[in-house]
């Protein structure tokens, strides 16, 4: 059975502006220090951020909690 092909694109940080890409970088380090002081395991540990001037309200990282690297 063949593996199937991966479509490769451009990195995010191409694909997105400036101040989102500086919103994602500081929405990522909150989730390093969220596991760096051991606020991992609790119920209510979403994290979100704004890009001013978009119009989608909120943007999180998915999958950096429980041990995982962003």
Known sequence: MNAPAIK??????????????????????????????????MIANHISARVPGMAVSAMAASGCLNGRRC
């Open 8 to 41: 490769i694109s451009k990195p995010v940080r191409e694909q997105v502006g400036r101040e989102e890409w500086e919103v994602r970088v500081n929405l990522a380090a909150c989730y390093r220090l969220m596991h760096e002081f051991g606020m991992v395991e």
